[in-house]
């Protein structure tokens, strides 16, 4: 029921693809248009790029896109993309765990996918960071549904087309499936740090994950 709320299937609109060579390999992922211009993304999705490219709606025409904030410690970051026409989606206000959502994004080099899904609980564990170095202690949202490489940045939208949470990783070696994504404070908090900001950032180092 998820997949055919009006809001959900509009949302497929404002998620992007994101492409880039890190240490010479082919990285993509997922991103969503959360401003005029500005995507958000995982910061591991262009970890060591210097060519991101955004592509809107499937078109293979890629928009280049230049980081402006890169949280790896929570793996948030955030893209200015100045041609970027797609329409901006906003951050559900206080998203509740058990709320059915659609988990979309350009998983495994394919065309626009979405999986229905549910927002789990939010909560503290002790993980890497977006480069691979950790324990760090982080907060993160738990997700019911099916996660694919290169879903890793898109959005999980609810029936009435708000973001619910951003997701970065699937759960491995589970038949269940399920995930974990960005608490939407984190990305409402680094989305605020970019505008204030306004100039560009390193992406960091190339990353293995």
Same mark, same amino acid.
């Given at each position: 029921a998820i997949l055919a709320a009006p809001a959900v299937r509009a949302a497929g609109a404002s998620v992007v693809r994101i492409l880039g %060579?890190?240490?010479g390999l082919g990285i993509e992922g997922s991103g969503w248009v959360a401003a005029p211009g500005i995507v958000v993304t995982n910061a591991h999705v262009v970890a060591g790029e210097e060519d991101t490219q955004v592509e809107e709606g499937g078109n293979s025409? !890629? #928009?280049p896109a230049q980081a402006i904030d890169v949280d790896p410690k929570d793996d948030i970051a955030v893209l200015r993309v100045p041609d970027l026409r797609a329409p901006v989606l906003s951050l559900a206000p206080n998203p509740q765990a058990g709320t059915a959502a659609a988990i979309l994004g350009y998983p495994e080099d394919g065309p626009l996918d979405a999986e229905p899904g549910r927002v789990g609980q939010t909560l503290d564990v002790h993980t890497e960071n977006a480069y691979g170095q950790g324990p760090i202690l982080r907060s @993160? %949202?738990? #997700?019911? !549904?099916? @996660?694919?490489?290169g879903n890793s940045g898109g959005p999980m939208v609810a029936a009435n087309g708000q973001v619910e949470a951003t997701v970065f990783a699937a759960v491995t070696g589970s038949p269940a499936g399920g995930g974990f994504a960005v608490p939407n404070s984190l990305v409402r908090q680094q989305l605020k740090l970019a505008e204030s900001r306004g100039t560009t950032v390193s992406t960091g180092p190339c990353t293995s994950s």
């Amino acid at each position: 029921a998820i997949l055919a709320a009006p809001a959900v299937r509009a949302a497929g609109a404002s998620v992007v693809r994101i492409l880039g %060579t890190a240490c010479g390999l082919g990285i993509e992922g997922s991103g969503w248009v959360a401003a005029p211009g500005i995507v958000v993304t995982n910061a591991h999705v262009v970890a060591g790029e210097e060519d991101t490219q955004v592509e809107e709606g499937g078109n293979s025409s !890629g #928009l280049p896109a230049q980081a402006i904030d890169v949280d790896p410690k929570d793996d948030i970051a955030v893209l200015r993309v100045p041609d970027l026409r797609a329409p901006v989606l906003s951050l559900a206000p206080n998203p509740q765990a058990g709320t059915a959502a659609a988990i979309l994004g350009y998983p495994e080099d394919g065309p626009l996918d979405a999986e229905p899904g549910r927002v789990g609980q939010t909560l503290d564990v002790h993980t890497e960071n977006a480069y691979g170095q950790g324990p760090i202690l982080r907060s @993160v %949202t738990q #997700l019911l !549904g099916f @996660v694919r490489p290169g879903n890793s940045g898109g959005p999980m939208v609810a029936a009435n087309g708000q973001v619910e949470a951003t997701v970065f990783a699937a759960v491995t070696g589970s038949p269940a499936g399920g995930g974990f994504a960005v608490p939407n404070s984190l990305v409402r908090q680094q989305l605020k740090l970019a505008e204030s900001r306004g100039t560009t950032v390193s992406t960091g180092p190339c990353t293995s994950s």
